[in-house]
């Protein structure tokens, strides 16, 4: 394969320091860095240390005519196979996303025909602010690609939402792109995942949940975004990072993954894979329930909306291919046949949940692939085997369907 390259922008914000380090890990999977640093970013890091690393001239100035005789600004933007932005300031994310061209930096994200991805990086306010969250989501109606920001310590002293991914995330973000796009069979196509368990609250410090770890759904995100997909992740509470190149939107009750999934449609695919809950407790306090006040001796529960038979009978942009799990104890294929016909989907994805099996929160899984046409069972394997074989299935589903 040749080798790949990335223009890396690099904005003025702390997270500076750690696009050095990015540098490095796109060099150690042979990806080539050629970069730019604005103004800002230079009160960060410094050219010099820039140009070391990726071993070319580090760009600053729009109106360098040195730069416009060696490469002009335009040939720049488009040199490179990906353009990179980390750390994407707040302000780096309103230019483009406002059509603003003021410096090199901001020039070259107006000028490049080629796929941007931003790695925010922020203090929690800013990344929450309305304005910021507006440009986050026009960048993404305009097709642009972002990794993180990921919660944790911040440099300000603050805790939360804004961190920049890490240097191997962002890296891994890139590789997913380039893999994507040199396979591609799902290019163009948009599929829904949903992905995880539901938290349904009860009080402030109490939910109804289920053991879902999140790992096969969020395998699929990671295998369907391989094969060229544009794939949004609807994941209830998980302990697992954003896969690459995947578009993950974090819910916590099951009426907020309803919301959201179906605010993700238009889809071309939609696989229910996250576990969630049927029911809620019908009242959820704002206080803590104390054991001294007579406590609970039972909790009313109320139904859920139902998500996989929402999708599927939607009579109006209803996704080509809509795919269930069903994790069952006994009886297993019996009852995942009964649930494909009762919710109206064109194929349900078997589990044995039973205990021994381990694929609750395991590494593997053990599933049978049920539709119209038949059945067919998988030898146990790794969650991110079943993922890849998964992927290729649906590409070929709805390759056929599109013919
Ligand atoms: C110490 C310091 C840290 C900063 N960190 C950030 C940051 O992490 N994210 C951000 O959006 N802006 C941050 N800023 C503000 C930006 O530097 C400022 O908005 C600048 O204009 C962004 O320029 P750029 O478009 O070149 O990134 C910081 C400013 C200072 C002085």
Redesign the pocket.
Known sequence: MATKSVLLII?????AYKSLELIRECAKRGIRTRAIL????AEFVTPLSVGSLTGEKCYTDLFDLTDEAEMGHIELSRAADLVVVA?A????LSKPANGVAGDL?STALLATDKPVLFAP???VR?WAHPGVQRNVATLKEDGALFVGPNEGDMACGEYGAGRMAEPSEIADAVEAYFAASSDGRLKGRHVVVTAGPTHEPLDPVRYIANRSSGKQGYAIAAALAKLGARVTLVSGPTELPAPAGVDTVRVQTAREMMEATMSALPADAAICCAAVADYRPEIETNQKIKKERGGLSSIPLTENPDILRSISSLDVGRPGLVIGFAAETDDVLCNAEAKRKRKGCDWIIANDVSSGTGTMGGENNSVTVISEAGQESWENMPKARVADRLAAYIADALSKRAT
């Open positions: 904005g003025g914000g702390i997270a604005t103004r800002a970013g750390p300031t707040a302000d780096l930096a990086a922020m203090n800013m």
